[in-house]
């Protein structure tokens, strides 16, 4: 018979709208003030901790709507805005430097919606704020990471070429680099060399007597080149770390000469965004020095050669200073598990240039202790002569095993905490920084856009839905109310489908796609009835009018919403920020809109019109 569906169609259309229903409802509870907090790297999250920050919280006669310890955090939800601006400021200063605290919304889904998976939908800073960062780079390592490399290039340099140096090193307190010959002959020769092969540097032959000198200065120029480079490439790794995280439509932007600005808009874990980004570890590698007593050197008799490291668990280990590789060199990094003792370990790749280098440190390293330092630039109490904070690099061993082969370009790090292992892996896949950029300021940011004109473009949006609802139903009568309930679906599976993707973030032009999507479901709508209404003018039964009405409008339809679905790709692909998040809903829309106004119309008009005689059709 016609207009005919069998059952699990009618199944299929139901189930898929209820599960669209399922993942919008957590958009109707809303979102919680709270304060998250977590701990930098293994320092306890337990029952003791909570205990302290609720009670510093009670002490400020703060009110606390609920607390939580999950997945290595403290979650405490207050009542207001203003509350969780103090709370955070007071659970900041309880919990120390060993620990993160951020502001932030959370979800109050309810527990076994959060069970499945749902969650609500994000939305943009323009509707919804965000998390706003102050970062500021230290420039003072970053010259300094210059110096230590132009020094070993000076010396690899001046060894091709046999121009023997007595010594090549930093000038205390300054920027400039001191090389020391034995003779005259081979200073002057080096001096011709050097001004040829390091052009953009100052070469000056400041020789007394017969101490034979040249000094190496960096030009104003090659600072400020310096600068630049630094700020460029900690840009770079910030968004690597924000794409990491998962973030929809950062802005990672660079102000004033020494600052980057990164704003997160709808993020869920801002304590973990505050980690991420603010974290400056990297990794090196040492041979454990195993010739000299180390007693000696903790007494102050650290052989030259070698130096001094903390040992994670405790005590001490002597490394050489001779770096066998260096973070810059890893291009993967992934937390895996050991599969022989279910430990966490780090699994890393690194490039051609650092798999040759790392083969050839361990080639005669085999059966040697290999020491993994994890380094960390922390701010210190101290000023520089600008009055800008000093940092200096805290150095840590977190695991020394015995080299069984030669390593190349794949190799495991263990004697990890879970969290750390993911961190770090994350740090190290989005690459180190060239100089350590530390947040300087936080703050939560309000809807750029203004509240109240949110409000007045959500108005809107409801007014013209209604007004579509009313045209519907006046002009196509029960048509219209089918049209309806299929626009309703369409909305809760477009909510539906963009609060389940990762990272998906709702901007005012994301809404402006719904609702130019609404109105194409209008328009297939539109075509299938007026095409009905044809069928029924040329005297066809109104089952044979709903039949063809379907078949012959469903080709107009499809082409028309794949040379939107087209476009909507493309300006995906080529756009960036607001245009993303405008072809992001116009896609799932278009996807939606077909379901509903062409498959979710058909299962309703057939429930209720079709296999049996009817005389005549309301539309």
Excluded: C
């Amino acid at each position: 018979m016609l207009n005919t569906y069998p059952g699990w169609k009618y199944l299929s259309v139901v189930l898929v709208v209820a599960l669209g229903l399922l993942y919008a409802l957590p958009n109707l509870y809303g979102e919680d003030h709270a304060v998250q907090v977590k701990a930098r790297r293994d320092a306890p999250v337990d029952a003791a901790l909570l205990d302290k920050v609720t009670g510093a919280l009670k002490q400020a006669n703060i009110a606390v709507k609920s607390t939580a310890m999950e997945n290595k955090q403290l979650l405490i939800r207050l009542v207001d805005g203003e509350q969780q601006t103090l709370a955070n400021d007071i659970v900041s200063k309880t919990v120390g430097g060993d620990y993160v605290s951020a502001p932030n919304l959370t979800p109050a889904t309810p527990q076994w919606l959060d069970s499945i998976g749902g969650s609500p939908l994000k939305l943009g800073l323009d509707l919804r704020g965000g998390v706003h960062f102050l970062m500021e780079i230290d420039m003072n390592t970053a010259i300094e990471k210059s110096i230590e490399s132009t020094i070993g290039g000076l010396r690899s340099d001046l060894r091709e070429e046999k121009l023997r140096y007595r010594s090549i090193k930093q000038v205390a307190g300054s920027n400039d680099i001191e090389v020391s010959f034995r003779d005259e002959d081979t200073k002057d020769k080096s001096r011709l060399f050097l001004k040829r092969q390091y052009a953009d540097m100052v070469i000056e032959d400041t020789s007394i007597g017969e101490n034979y000198i040249l000094m190496v200065k960096f030009s104003e120029q090659k600072l400020q080149e310096i600068k630049k480079s630094a700020v460029s490439q900690n840009i770079s790794v910030i968004r690597n770390r924000v794409n990491e995280i998962g973030v929809a439509e950062p802005l990672v932007a660079q102000q004033g000469a020494e600052r980057i600005v990164v704003q997160l808009p709808g993020i869920q874990d801002t304590a973990q965004a505050k980690k991420i980004l603010g974290e400056t570890s990297t990794l090196r590698f040492h041979l454990v020095d195993e010739e000299h007593d180390i007693r000696d050197a903790m007494n102050g008799r650290v052989p030259a050669g070698s130096f001094l490291v903390k040992q994670r668990g405790g005590g001490y280990l002597l490394l050489k200073k001779r770096v066998m590789l260096s973070g810059e060199y890893i291009i993967d990094a992934r937390p895996t598990i050991d599969q022989e003792v279910q430990t966490p370990q780090v699994s890393i790749k690194l490039d051609a240039k650092g798999g040759n280098k790392f083969s050839l440190a361990t080639k005669n390293a085999i059966k040697k202790r290999m020491a993994v330092v994890l380094v960390e630039s922390k701010k210190t109490t101290r000023k520089d002569k600008n009055g800008k904070s000093i940092f200096e690099n805290v150095e840590e061993v977190i695991t020394a095993p015995v080299i069984q082969a030669r390593l190349g370009r794949d190799f495991r790090i263990t004697g990890l905490e879970p969290q750390e292992s993911r961190d770090l892996a994350l740090i190290l896949r989005a690459g180190a920084m060239i100089a350590p950029a530390h947040i300087v300021e936080e703050r939560t940011i309000g809807p750029s856009l203004g509240k109240e004109n949110i409000e007045k473009g959500l108005s809107a949006v409801v007014y013209g839905f209604v007004a579509v609802l009313l045209f519907m139903v006046i002009w196509y009568r029960k048509f219209g109310m089918v049209a309806n309930l299929a626009l309703g679906a369409n909305l809760i599976l477009i909510v539906g489908v963009m609060s389940l993707l990762p990272g998906a973030t709702l901007t005012l032009p994301g809404i402006a796609g719904i609702v130019l999507t609404v109105g194409m479901a209008v328009d297939a709508n539109v075509l299938i009835f007026e095409r009905i209404r044809e069928e029924l003018r040329e005297g066809r039964t109104p089952q044979q009018a709903i039949h063809h009405g379907y078949d012959s409008a469903f080709s107009t339809i499809f082409d028309a919403n794949i040379t939107t679905l087209i476009a909507a790709v493309i300006l995906f692909g080529i756009g960036t920020g607001p245009i993303k998040g405008f072809a992001i809903t116009l896609s799932i829309g278009i996807v939606t809109s077909m379901f509903t106004a062409i498959i979710g119309t058909r299962a309703v008009v057939n429930a209720l019109w079709g296999g049996r005689k009817i005389d005549k059709l309301s539309i």
